[in-house]
């Protein structure tokens, strides 16, 4: 089965920077679209970022400007670059990727922004 691996979280200052990575194990990755989600204590799951196969992106406004999306298709991979976190930021952060009807989503990775 599909593999998706999320990798990168943890503890970090407010206006500090983390790199998230998702191993996608699938053939045929550059052929998927793929997003970053994140859901917080007592919240429902949001989108953050998506990318897709041609790296177009799209972001969602409490992050757009501090946020950067990127695919790696050689390495089966997507990133998420955060920079100037915000406590506000700390979640789950889930990678999924999407190939017309099928949806495959990861394990999360804990992202936690505090002093």
């Known amino acids: 089965q599909v593999q998706v691996v999320e990798s990168g979280g943890g503890l970090v200052q407010p206006g500090g920077s983390l790199r998230l990575s998702c191993a996608f194990s699938a053939v045929g990755f550059t052929g998927y679209a793929m997003g970053w989600y994140r859901q917080a204590p007592g919240k429902q799951r949001e989108l953050v970022a998506t990318i897709t196969s041609g790296r177009s992106t799209n972001y969602a406004d409490s992050v757009k400007g501090r946020f950067t999306i990127s695919r790696d298709n050689a390495k089966n991979t997507v990133y998420l670059q955060m920079n100037s976190l915000k406590p506000d930021d700390t979640a789950v952060y889930y990678c999924?990727?999407?190939?017309?009807?099928?949806?495959?989503w990861g394990q999360g990775t804990q992202v936690t922004v505090s002093s």
């Open positions: 999924k990727g999407s190939y017309g009807p099928y949806n495959y």
